[in-house]
């Protein structure tokens, strides 16, 4: 059973403009939430993360907003440039549990058009 | 500067070949983790493992095993190769008890013929 899910296989935006990616989560004792960006051929690289303490981070043109409620989380790219033309992974862990494992949603391909 | 290394980023092999892919990681990280990436699939987890000699089955782990003699070393074993184990297969480590993230190698893009 998909506990992370991202409904949106792909997204399309202008150069410049805001991208919004989405991701929802089943569990409630998820407590940290990270986003993962990857290229063709290369591994993950980590981008922004979030604790369930907090509803909102910022890093530069990233910014993770987190509704606890809604068990829904998003990341809000702007503006959005060529160069973030890449899948994006959403992820969620529960740090008290000794697992250490994070549970991926299935990605949302990003194209940015110049 | 800090990383996952896995030993190969392509590889062709022959069904029913025994496979071994390796990663090696610089961090003193206890937890080690395979992961294989597919479209419209994700990341599932394969095995996982949080201390040298331990091993956990993740979601996936039908057709594989993985050995950890050495902590930074976690190697994945294709027993005998199938065409549906064509895959992007990715290693990553993680310091245990922390609220960091995966570090990710760079992946190997394992075709099976």
């Known amino acids: 059973d998909q506990q992370v899910k991202q409904n949106s296989p792909s997204l399309s935006v202008q150069e410049g403009r805001i991208s919004i990616l989405n991701c929802d989560y089943t569990?409630?004792?998820?407590?940290?939430f990270l986003w993962y960006k990857k290229y063709p051929a290369e591994g993950p690289t980590f981008l922004i993360s979030i604790s369930s303490i907090k509803d909102k981070n910022e890093d530069g043109r990233f910014t993770v907003f987190l509704n606890k409620s809604a068990k829904h989380l998003s990341l809000h790219i702007v503006p959005s440039q060529p160069g973030d033309s890449a899948v994006y992974f959403c992820?969620?862990?529960?740090?008290?549990?000794?697992?250490?494992?994070?549970?991926f949603g299935t990605g949302t391909s990003l194209t940015v058009i110049p | 500067d800090v990383k996952v290394t896995q030993s190969s980023r392509y590889l062709v092999k022959r069904t029913g070949e025994k496979v071994f892919l390796e990663c090696v990681q610089d961090?003193?990280?206890?937890?080690m983790f395979w992961y294989r990436q597919d479209p419209g699939l994700g990341l599932r987890l394969i095995y996982f493992s949080y201390d040298v000699k331990m091993k956990e089955k993740g979601d996936i782990p039908e057709g594989y095993s993985v050995s950890r003699e050495k902590k930074e070393r976690f190697s994945l074993i294709l027993e005998s190769a199938s065409t549906n184990q064509t895959s992007m297969y990715l290693c990553?480590?993680?310091?245990?008890?922390?609220?960091?993230?995966?570090?990710f190698g760079s992946g190997t893009r394992l075709t099976v013929v």
């Open positions: 961090m003193d990280h206890e937890n």
């Open positions: 569990n409630s004792m998820f407590d940290y």
């Open positions: 992820a969620a862990d529960d740090t008290a549990n000794t697992g250490n494992q994070f549970y």
């Open positions: 990553a480590s993680r310091r245990g008890g922390s609220t960091y993230g995966y570090t």
